[in-house]
């Protein structure tokens, strides 16, 4: 999805915080590798000089696009105010980027967020699939002389993989017919885990010319 490329506004407020940080006027380049890119991945990003190191630090966060720049807003608060008989001090003109405009919190931070935690289960799938080539250097190296289980090509890997995934899993676990997938040349899926709607391709490198 496109998004304005400019005038975007964030606030702010870690846990105990009194007031929020603000900024103003960023185009949406700068939004998403400041603010965003680091909200997803949850690494330390900072707002106004608040570094924020966690998530879980912050009790508000708000991101908000106008059509115009904070100053337009602001000068069009100082009209109101000249015309009216109430005059209000000790306001934050920052902050009218934020009142001002149309919150985009849910869709830039957390409705990504909700979408890339798989399920308890899928992502137990992911974990046992990451550390695969670690089961694989275990079998590799055996104790008091016995012989080494030999992985050695892509059958191997497989059978070991499916291993590994029953030892863990309640469903069944099985080839399963498709088309062909991830660049390969098979008809069928090396793992497929109906209940969890996963199939996964494994392929076995031997070399440079296999890393295509």
Not at 91 to 113: C, K, M, N, W
Not at 127 to 149: D, N
């Amino acid at each position: 999805m496109s998004y304005p490329d400019t005038f975007w506004h964030c606030a702010v407020r870690l846990l105990g915080g009194k007031k929020n940080k603000i900024v103003n006027n960023f185009s949406f380049a700068d939004l998403k590798r400041q603010i965003i890119d680091p909200w997803s991945t949850g690494i330390t990003f900072s707002v106004s000089g608040l570094i924020v190191r966690s998530r879980d630090q912050v009790e508000h966060i708000c991101i908000t696009h106008t059509p115009f720049p904070l100053q337009w807003y602001v000068d069009q608060e100082r009209e109101r105010d000249r015309h009216s008989s109430v005059v209000l001090f000790g306001g934050d003109d920052r902050s009218l980027g934020i009142s001002s405009g149309e919150d985009y919190t849910h869709e830039l931070l957390f409705a990504s967020l909700d979408a890339s935690i798989p399920e308890p289960e899928v992502g137990l799938v992911l974990r046992l699939c990451e550390r695969l080539p670690a089961s694989a250097r275990i079998l590799a190296t055996r104790r008091k002389g016995k012989v080494a289980f030999q992985i050695s090509d892509e059958y191997d890997a497989q059978d070991l993989l499916h291993a590994v995934l029953r030892a863990y899993l309640k469903y069944s676990v099985h080839e399963e017919p498709l088309g062909k997938i991830g660049g390969g040349h098979s008809g069928r899926a090396d793992v497929a885990i109906e209940e969890l709607g996963t199939v996964v391709e494994l392929k076995y490198v031997h070399g440079p010319d296999d890393q295509r």
